[in-house]
């Protein structure tokens, strides 16, 4: 049976590809049957990316059990596959803070602190010695501007840029930045989807101290598109606290020209956000001027507040 | 001030070599500042080889307070530093299985599922292209030698024996397993060691299921050598499982020749032993053959007999 490799919930471009990434290196690295899986449908983002250089969407898997599994992109239990205590992590190629995810056997970890799994992965090819496909290289090199929000985010690196420039050699691409804005512009669109899409479209929940606190964020062109939806959004917001049973949900609206955020706020405790951020909550929202990374920016600060 | 390297609590070989090898090549691949510090006195196999090589013993530190820190041989928090969560982990570089470590912050790993800390370091060294000195070679060689039990034990790769012969070339070492049998000699002597520091040499609580299981591991190359002591370590077990609070204490007794382990038994349920290796306990231990390693060969089955 093969090994499945899988990002975390709600896939972004950078889970998918690197789920395809992985599954490409370890079959040519290990000789390992790898098989790229994603735990949802692709969003509009990664669609463009993976028909742009003629990539198959992973199928849909949602549960370990009884798999040997290659995590990509996340290792925290609540974004992880059901069941997860009942399949074998084998290895976990990662670009966030370490989460819960535990394992029985040793393993084999890829963990930089850089703004894409991609640049990881990046990073592995060249360990290993093995050349990305022309497709995946294109594909990486979406997923690293898109997680860089291209190159803004405080969590870009040297790292990043230098491997999108080599991915870009090996994918024959010669203008990235203007297929990155093409993609942030299919990202932008909101018009036809429903709120509830809209709002898990890039949304994780967090444990903090004991805490269940949802964080999402839509990356925009211009803040101004999202404008006639924030009633909507709020309304899902409340629906998913109330389903989750969530202590907390934020939505950040992220105008990546203008540089910052609106976060739209949902909180048994609003005194958090003034403890994580120093600014009250005004109306139903505050704007975190600078803010372009829930990772680097946002994630860090709640975890203090939470703390006490 | 200066990142600490530090791997667990009752530091062995690999432990002690690793912080070194690591604080070193941190300092050459990065220019950061990094000092090697351990958790406790070495014992008597790491002052062995600490001394051949002409190498300093490490610092010891204990509490995590305010440093930047990166962990080696290690990911559980029960053989960490204490308060590690008012420090900030930077990176982790181990081999065992992934344990219940959090950070606050996206950190580097390299976690390879291999014999020994120091064949990722190894690797770590080639990956950033730096030289491993000659004294730091010959240490990490011993580190290897140590944890794979002279490449005998099921937890050794072929990528420990291709490090070991690489950092015999670095160091100079032309009999690298005469070294081996030296070094286990030492580790061997029990003559005159108090009963305490002889189930402390390595010792380790683990977190199964909620309860507190811990486990040493004493290696001899005869077991007979240990015969006179069976009775005393029995009751320094007995001491230890009252004042940790433990659910179980188990004492790997290892024949490194006779390729075994006579594990002495303590525990609130003694069908855990069954249910983990097949064996009733007779008396007051269970011979194990074949056993050589405490993370692959015992950890594992007790983790899961401890499930349920
Ligand atoms: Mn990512
Ligand atoms: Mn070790």
């Known amino acids: 049976m093969a090994i499945i490799a899988v990002g975390h919930k709600n896939p972004d471009t950078d889970t998918i590809v690197s789920a395809i990434a992985v599954a490409d290196l370890y079959k040519k690295a290990y000789g390992k049957d790898v098989k790229p899986v994603a735990q949802g449908a692709v969003n509009p983002e990664s669609k463009f990316v993976l028909d742009k250089f003629g990539l198959a969407a992973p199928e849909i898997v949602t549960d370990a059990t009884g798999q040997q599994i290659i995590l990509v992109d996340h290792t925290d239990l609540s974004q992880s596959l059901a069941n997860l205590d009942k399949g074998e992590i084998v290895a976990v190629v990662d670009h966030h803070k370490l989460g819960d995810v535990t394992t029985t056997n040793p393993l ?17 090819y060249d360990f290993f010695k093995v050349e990305v496909p022309k497709p995946i290289a294109g594909a990486m090199l979406c997923a690293i501007l898109s997680d860089t929000v291209m190159f803004k985010s405080p969590t870009c690196t040297d790292a990043d840029k230098k491997a999108v420039d080599a991915l870009a050699k090996i994918a024959g691409v010669s203008d990235y930045m203007s297929i ?20 898990n479209r890039d949304y994780k929940d967090f444990d ?30 409340e629906k998913a606290k109330k389903e989750g049973g969530n202590h907390s949900v934020f939505l950040l609206l992220t105008d990546i020209m203008k540089e910052g ?48």
Do not use: H, N
């Open 261 to 308: 955020s609106e976060m739209l706020c949902l909180t048994d405790d609003p005194s958090v956000v003034e403890k994580a951020f120093g600014k009250k909550i005004e109306g139903k929202s505050v704007w975190l001027d600078g803010v372009l990374s829930r990772k680097k920016q946002v994630v860090p600060p709640f975890e203090k507040a939470f703390k006490g």
């Open 208 to 237: 903090m101290s004991g805490k269940k606190v949802g964080i999402g964020q839509l990356e925009v062109v211009d803040l101004s598109i999202l404008t006639p939806y924030k009633d909507g959004l709020y309304a899902e917001m």
């Open 108 to 124: 084999e970890m890829w963990v930089w602190p850089v703004g894409c799994s991609c640049t990881v992965i990046k990073g592995m």
């Open 180 to 199: 990155g804005v093409e993609m942030f512009k299919v990202k932008s669109a909101v018009e036809g989807t429903p709120m509830k899409d809209l709002l």
